[in-house]
Nanobody
Framework: QVQLVESGGGWVQAGGSLRLSCAASGRTFSSHVMGWFRQAPGKEREFVAAISWSRSSTYYAVSVKGRFTISKDNAKNMMYLQMNSLKPEDTAVYYC????????????WGQGTQVTVSS
């Protein structure tokens, strides 16, 4: 059973930084893609960033490109999201998720961590 546990959320003023972590367990990750998503109150969940577990290719939403950096530590089964220059519109619950790299939909999701950016 795959388990994903996010941490690192919190409150920060606009312009500040936070680093989210996602601890993955329950299987060996090889041909997988791990991603970050977020959902703000009253809005649909949206894609933030993703990283290929084997090739380390990265993908970003336009809204966060240049401000957020996704990374991973294969040995520790950890994924990270460094968020800089945070804006109030980045306020949301952030989720990590994983899928096989030959499918579109993410199979497993964490419980989420709240990020609040005040103006």
């Amino acid at each position: 059973q795959v388990q994903l546990v996010e941490s690192g959320g919190g409150w920060v003023q606009a312009g500040g930084s936070l680093r989210l972590s996602c601890a993955a367990s329950g299987r060996t990750f090889s041909s997988h893609v791990m991603g970050w998503f977020r959902q703000a109150p009253g809005k649909e969940r949206e894609f933030v960033a993703a990283i290929s577990w084997s090739r380390s290719s990265t993908y970003y939403a336009v809204s966060v490109k240049g401000r957020f950096t996704i990374s991973k530590d294969n040995a520790k089964n950890m994924m990270y999201l460094q968020m800089n220059s945070l804006k109030p519109e980045d306020t949301a619950v952030y989720y990590c998720a994983v899928r096989s790299d030959n499918v579109v939909n993410y199979d497993y999701w964490g419980q989420g961590t709240q990020v609040t950016v005040s103006s």
